[in-house]
């Protein structure tokens, strides 16, 4: 206001940050908000020095928050998602210059739970609060063991029975195995010709990165002495 009573007229010299619209100001953006006020005069009373004032507006801050993924040992690392939240002004996503990227850092094949964390957002209004993190959990993969088929002639004693593990994924091979599956047969020495279910179980199987298994049963073949 001005002692003379006159209007005042307010001008912005950094429209980019503030504007104005009649004796409202408007931020705009992020900076220095430089405002001037005039008072032209009139018959009575003589222009009024001009008066400058400013002030400085900060960033906001938008909070990045990633998405926690799932997945099987041997598959490829999913799309990692997040959430922004935050916006002021009306602003939408459109405002971000350069979207995050989340991932797990070093190396996360194995199964077991990591960490997913994001970096490098921009924009020109805000700064980024990307401390937030999830979790990729890696869950282990099946394997399948399918019973050798087998044979023996009339009144012999039952052969060794075995099994043949398959399903590795990750370049893995049988040496990832450990301990042997239980295989049985309702076969016996006093079993007629013809043809008995071999099944197998568990029995001592272990391998890192897998989970139970998928058993196939096989044959055993009596024939004729």
């Not at 990045?64 to 959430?83: E, R």
């Given at each position: 206001?001005a002692?003379?009573?006159?209007?005042?007229?307010?001008?912005?010299?950094?429209?980019?940050?503030c504007?104005?619209?009649?004796?409202?100001?408007?931020?705009?953006?992020?900076?220095?908000?430089?405002?001037?006020?005039?008072?032209?005069?009139?018959?009575?009373?003589?222009?009024?020095?001009?008066?400058?004032?400013?002030?400085t507006?900060?960033?906001?801050?938008?909070?990045?928050?990633?998405?926690?993924?799932?997945?099987?040992?041997?598959?490829?690392?999913?799309?990692?998602?997040?959430?922004?939240?935050?916006?002021v002004?009306?602003?939408?996503?459109?405002?971000?210059?350069?979207?995050?990227?989340?991932?797990?850092?070093?190396?996360?094949?194995?199964?077991?739970?990591?960490?997913?964390?994001?970096?490098?957002?921009?924009?020109?209004?805000?700064?980024?609060?990307?401390?937030?993190?999830?979790?990729?959990?890696?869950?282990?993969?099946?394997?399948?063991?399918?019973?050798?088929?087998?044979?023996?002639?009339?009144?012999?004693?039952?052969?060794a029975?075995?099994?043949?593990?398959?399903?590795?994924?990750?370049?893995?091979?049988?040496?990832?195995?450990?301990?042997?599956?239980?295989?049985s047969?309702?076969?016996?020495?006093?079993?007629?010709?013809?043809?008995?279910?071999?099944?197998?179980?568990?029995?001592?199987?272990?391998?890192?990165?897998?989970?139970?298994?998928?058993?196939?049963?096989?044959?055993?073949?009596?024939?004729?002495?």
């Open positions: 206001t002692s003379s009573g006159l209007s005042v007229s307010l001008a912005s010299e950094s429209a980019s940050v504007t104005i619209t009649g004796q409202n100001i408007h931020v705009v953006g992020v900076g220095t908000c430089k405002v001037d006020a005039d008072q032209a005069g009139n018959a009575q009373y003589a222009p009024a020095t001009r008066v400058q004032r400013s002030f507006v900060n960033p906001a801050t938008l909070t990045v928050t990633p998405a926690s993924q799932s997945i099987t040992y041997g598959q490829s690392d999913p799309a990692f998602g997040f959430s922004i939240t935050g916006y002004n009306g602003d939408t996503a459109g405002v971000v210059t350069a979207a995050p990227s989340c991932g797990v850092a070093g190396a996360h094949a194995n199964v077991g739970v990591y960490t997913v964390t994001c970096s490098g957002g921009t924009s020109t209004n805000y700064t980024f609060d990307e401390s937030a993190t999830a979790n990729l959990n890696v869950g282990p993969a099946a394997l399948t063991v399918t019973a050798n088929n087998a044979g023996k002639t009339y009144g012999q004693a039952n052969p029975l075995s099994a043949t593990v398959s399903g590795f994924v990750n370049g893995d091979t049988a040496a990832v195995v450990s301990g042997s599956a239980a295989c047969t309702t076969a016996t020495t006093a079993s007629g010709v013809g043809g008995y279910p071999i099944t197998c179980g568990q029995g001592t199987l272990t391998a890192a990165n897998y989970t139970d298994s998928t058993f196939v049963p096989g044959m055993l073949v009596v024939a004729p002495a």
